[in-house]
């Protein structure tokens, strides 16, 4: 065999070699890189995606009740029908959030946080923020029921003028939020 010919067959050999390790590596690093997408994409992705639902159900009950007050008839009842399914449907969309979607329902988050030495105060702020919320809701309940009872009897300007009448004591700050207990 001329020597020509075995140096070719040698460097093609080395260069399928290469080929097959940079291959396998890049396989390998795919295989990592797609593990680390579907861990942010369960582990905070999907709470970011459902603490927006959360967030839109109240946007959503929030117009209803606005959407009512403007409006008379069968297009009002649909608003008050909307404004009570979403106040049926924060508090379990609440719940199904702190129960799954929260860093103490998240092996993986707790050890990525606690490696940095910021699982403490993540979970103390979450604990927080979420205490925050259900007290909130529950001042923003009593409110809803006034509101949708005052739409319910209204003569013309009735709920708009206890609206006008809320949002002065507010701004006069006559009306506190009470603390967070």
Known sequence: MKIGLKIALALG??????????????????????????SLYAEAIIPYSQAEAINDSLDEMQTALISAINETGSQ???DLNEV????????????????????ASQPAMQDLLKHY????????????????????????????????????KANGMKPTRFLTALLMKFMTGSMQRPPCS
């Open 76 to 78: 009002q009842q649909q």
């Open 117 to 152: 030495g910021a699982l403490e105060d993540q979970m103390t702020r979450e604990q927080t923020a979420l205490k925050e919320v259900k007290h909130d809701y529950q001042l923003l309940k009593p409110l809803n029921e006034t509101v949708v009872d005052l739409v319910k």
């Open 13 to 38: 050999a080395v260069v399928l070699l290469i080929t097959g390790i940079l291959t396998y590596v890049a396989l390998h690093n795919i295989g990592i890189l797609g593990g680390r997408l579907e």
């Open 84 to 103: 009570a399914e979403r106040e049926q449907a924060f508090p379990v969309l609440l719940d199904n959030y702190e129960k799954e979607l929260t860093v």
